[in-house]
């Protein structure tokens, strides 16, 4: 499949005419069945210059991956993986980034969703295959937060906060300084970004632990998250 034919429908998708929309929707969801599909719109998400265009291609990568996911080979899987983790570092588009983020987080909740139960049923070989890549995330965000660069740093937290969103059990099994940096975070205040993005990954993190021994570690972190909410209305108004 040639990119420039997806590029074709995805900007008739942006025309006023209903019609145009409608062959533009049915020719997309026949060429939703081929086998580069998704790695086409990855490329397109990536390079194309027209923004909205690449919006589109996240749009449809996102619903592909919800809604075939037991479809997808795991060489495509895999690769989209690794191409998202490279992107991330590299995109500068403040909209771009969040739908970056929002295709990782759906992949991650399938995958480590899944490596849950097969990890509940103790299939080690599968609970080794369904983590692979997502080691490499948490490694680039533990990167990330220990910069110096504010930039860096507020790219790690919406990392973080993106995993532990969609996978916080995962974060806290394999990370378990997490704790300890949104507590840093949250007295040192780098920047609003930085504070907002701690107080999210708290919150996801408290649906999720079981473990007695967090109970301490939350109760010591009420009164700090309670600073910076007021540190963020004051800053944010």
């Given at each position: 499949?040639?990119?420039?034919?997806?590029?074709?429908?995805?900007n008739?998708l942006?025309e006023?005419?209903?019609e145009?929309v409608?062959?533009?929707?049915?020719?997309?969801?026949?060429l939703?069945?081929?086998?580069?599909?998704?790695l086409?719109l990855?490329?397109?998400?990536?390079s194309?210059?027209?923004?909205?265009?690449?919006?589109?291609a996240?749009v449809l990568?996102r619903?592909?991956?919800s809604k075939?996911?037991s479809?997808i080979?795991?060489?495509?899987?895999?690769?989209?993986?690794?191409?998202l983790?490279?992107?991330?570092?590299i995109?500068?588009?403040?909209?771009?980034?969040?739908?970056?983020?929002?295709?990782i987080?759906?992949?991650a909740?399938?995958?480590?969703?899944?490596?849950?139960i097969?990890?509940?049923k103790k299939?080690?070989?599968?609970?080794?295959?369904?983590t692979?890549?997502?080691?490499?995330?948490?490694?680039?965000?533990g990167?990330?937060?220990?910069s110096?660069?504010?930039?860096?740093?507020?790219?790690?937290?919406?990392?973080?906060?993106?995993?532990?969103?969609?996978?916080?059990?995962?974060?806290?099994?394999?990370w378990?300084?997490?704790f300890n940096?949104?507590s840093?975070?949250?007295?040192?205040?780098?920047?609003?970004?930085?504070?907002?993005?701690a107080?999210?990954?708290?919150t996801?993190l408290?649906k999720?632990f079981?473990?007695?021994q967090?109970?301490?570690?939350?109760?010591?972190?009420v009164?700090?998250?309670n600073?910076?909410?007021?540190?963020?209305?004051?800053?944010?108004t």
């Amino acid at each position: 499949m040639e990119s420039s034919l997806l590029i074709h429908w995805l900007n008739q998708l942006t025309e006023p005419d209903t019609e145009k929309v409608k062959q533009a929707t049915k020719q997309l969801q026949s060429l939703s069945l081929t086998n580069d599909f998704l790695l086409q719109l990855f490329h397109i998400f990536r390079s194309e210059q027209n923004e909205q265009i690449r919006i589109l291609a996240s749009v449809l990568l996102r619903r592909k991956l919800s809604k075939s996911s037991s479809t997808i080979s795991k060489d495509v899987h895999e690769t989209l993986k690794h191409l998202l983790l490279e992107q991330i570092q590299i995109e500068t588009s403040q909209r771009i980034r969040k739908s970056l983020f929002e295709l990782i987080g759906t992949i991650a909740k399938q995958d480590l969703q899944h490596e849950i139960i097969e990890k509940k049923k103790k299939s080690k070989k599968q609970h080794k295959i369904e983590t692979t890549g997502w080691k490499e995330y948490l490694h680039l965000c533990g990167t990330l937060v220990q910069s110096t660069d504010l930039k860096k740093l507020e790219l790690g937290m919406y990392l973080f906060a993106t995993l532990s969103t969609y996978c916080g059990r995962f974060v806290l099994e394999h990370w378990p300084h997490t704790f300890n940096l949104i507590s840093t975070m949250l007295k040192t205040r780098p920047s609003t970004i930085v504070c907002e993005q701690a107080l999210i990954i708290l919150t996801n993190l408290v649906k999720v632990f079981h473990q007695k021994q967090y109970v301490q570690t939350i109760v010591d972190l009420v009164p700090i998250a309670n600073e910076a909410i007021q540190y963020l209305f004051v800053n944010l108004t």
